[in-house]
């Protein structure tokens, strides 16, 4: 196991040996019965709470623009970690800094309804207001599919992304401005069809009772 010799035991037609993993990452376990050689391979984690929080300050510290210049501002992107880089395509819809981009955004929401963190709530805020100048129309709910407020593809998976959002903020800040701005959505989903959609993943449940 991880290059040294393990000592195993016999049951019946099992081979067993106990190993207790110093450190996370990949630990290989090399076996060899009869002539027949095998590989096992293990994946060992941080706890939840540390891997969640991890995951978060990943996407803060990499995944965030923070170029003041440019419209993606603010924007979660995503990051290729071949390139060590940031990539945005306006193009190609997959790969612009809306859909399951923002998904992220909820996550980071969330930490900060119990967690203090001055840097990740920094993150939000400047996410907030890139949401505000290029994807959502405050006034009234349109979720655009593209920066610069885009109207040229109605996607309906983009609006429930944002209500969540807004949702969440709402219940970490309490202010009335932003669960205001989930119904406006709500009613702009369901005029352009969202009656006959299903945006898997989201919990309107969570909506209704902040809005009740």
């Known amino acids: 196991v991880n290059g040294e010799v393990a000592l195993c035991r016999t049951e019946k037609d099992k081979a067993l040996i106990s190993f207790v993993p110093k450190k996370t990452g990949e630990h290989k376990a090399i076996f060899e019965i009869d002539g027949?050689?095998?590989?096992?391979?293990?994946?060992?984690?941080?706890?939840?709470?540390?891997?969640?929080?991890?995951?978060?300050?990943?996407?803060?510290?990499?995944?965030?623009?923070?170029?003041?210049?440019?419209?993606?501002?603010?924007?979660?992107?995503?990051?290729?970690?071949?390139?060590?880089?940031?990539?945005?395509?306006?193009?190609?819809?997959?790969?612009?800094?809306?859909?399951?981009?923002?998904?992220?955004?909820?996550?980071?929401?969330?930490?900060?309804q119990h967690h203090g963190d001055e840097k990740m709530r920094k993150s939000i805020d400047i996410f907030t207001e890139f949401l505000l100048r290029e994807c959502v129309d405050e006034k009234d709910g349109t979720c655009y599919g593209n920066i610069g407020k885009d109207a040229s593809k109605i996607r309906l998976h983009n609006a429930p992304w944002v209500l969540l959002y807004f949702t969440e903020l709402y219940k970490l800040t309490k202010e009335k401005r932003w669960i205001e701005l989930v119904v406006r959505i709500v009613r702009y989903y369901y005029s352009v069809g969202g009656a006959r959609f299903y945006p898997n993943g989201v919990r309107f449940y969570t909506m209704y009772n902040e809005i009740r």
């Open 36 to 112: 027949r050689r095998g590989v096992a391979l293990f994946n060992v984690v941080s706890d939840v709470k540390t891997l969640i929080y991890n995951r978060l300050n990943f996407i803060v510290d990499y995944q965030q623009c923070t170029e003041e210049r440019s419209p993606l501002y603010g924007a979660y992107l995503i990051y290729d970690n071949e390139e060590g880089r940031q990539y945005f395509d306006y193009e190609w819809a997959d790969h612009n800094a809306n859909r399951e981009r923002m998904g992220m955004s909820p996550a980071i929401v969330k930490w900060l």
